[in-house]
């Protein structure tokens, strides 16, 4: 299983991005996916969950703004993240999971499969 991601940049405070995660692979490898980001020094945060038990899970700091979706034909899973703010700023990175219904998550433990991560700076 692969992931890329794309979509990174610069936007304004309040703008608006979205990251594209293009994935290839056995697709019966995968049933959960999740979108993670980390800034330098701290640990790899969970923000956006889409699990094929449980369906969609998002970290309190960016419900209602961030949408996580896929689309199955495309091979892609998607972060749309809208009223950025500062404290959106990061590396983003794409994952899945083998596993689907996870205990925890937003537990960057639970996935087996990264991309190579995407900067989203927010000032």
């Known amino acids: 299983v692969q992931l890329v991601e794309s979509g990174g940049g610069t936007a304004q405070i309040g703008g608006t991005l979205r990251l594209t995660c293009l994935i290839s692979?056995?697709?019966?490898?995968?049933?959960?996916y999740a979108w993670f980001r980390q800034i330098p020094g701290k640990a790899r945060e969970g923000v956006a969950v889409?699990?094929?038990?449980?369906?969609?899970t998002y970290v309190d700091s960016v419900k209602g703004r961030f949408t996580i979706s896929e689309d199955n034909a495309k091979a892609s899973l998607y972060l749309q993240m809208n009223d950025l703010k500062v404290e959106d700023t990061g590396v983003y990175y794409c994952?899945?999971?083998?596993?689907?219904?996870?205990?925890?998550?937003?537990?960057?433990?639970?996935?087996?499969?990264w991309g190579q991560g995407t900067q989203v700076t927010v000032s």
């Open positions: 994952a899945a999971a083998a596993a689907a219904g996870l205990d925890y998550p937003l537990d960057f433990a639970g996935y087996n499969w």
């Open positions: 692979g056995p697709t019966h490898l995968r049933n959960s």
């Open positions: 889409l699990d094929r038990i449980v369906g969609t």
